[in-house]
């Protein structure tokens, strides 16, 4: 890029679930009642302008979460929002824990007619 722009943008945002949830990461089911540490998404955004009106871009996203087997319909939902990004540009890092909430339902047995429960589809 000669003569261009760069424009860089980052954003955090905090996902901890606000009701018990089952917890990922063991063979038995478990549910978090409580909230020890805040879980968050971290993104970093770049985008640079040529002088010849060339854009190209690149995303960073960070997740407090187990693994990245969402990734194929975060970024169609993202893709949705954000139509002027370019999704084939976004990197997505997951973090390895065993204490984030499940992702997916089936894995582990779900507690039944408790309002205050959010079950992972939520």
């Not at 970093?44 to 319909?73: I, M, W, Y």
Request: contains cysteine.
């Amino acid at each position: 890029m000669v003569n261009g722009k760069i424009s860089i943008g980052w954003a955090q945002g905090d996902i901890t679930p606000q009701r018990k949830t089952l917890v990922c990461g063991q063979f038995h089911t478990r549910i978090a009642d409580k909230v020890v540490s805040p879980l968050t998404a971290n993104a970093l955004a770049f985008e640079t302008v040529g002088s010849d009106g060339a854009k190209e871009q690149a995303v960073l996203l960070s997740c407090d979460l187990p693994f990245e087997r969402f990734k194929g319909d975060m970024l169609q939902v993202l893709a949705g929002r954000c139509p002027d990004l370019d999704h084939r540009k976004i990197t997505v890092n997951c973090t390895h824990t065993h204490t984030a909430p499940a992702l997916r339902r089936g894995w582990y047995d779900e507690p039944e007619n408790d309002p205050d429960f959010m079950n992972p589809d939520e």
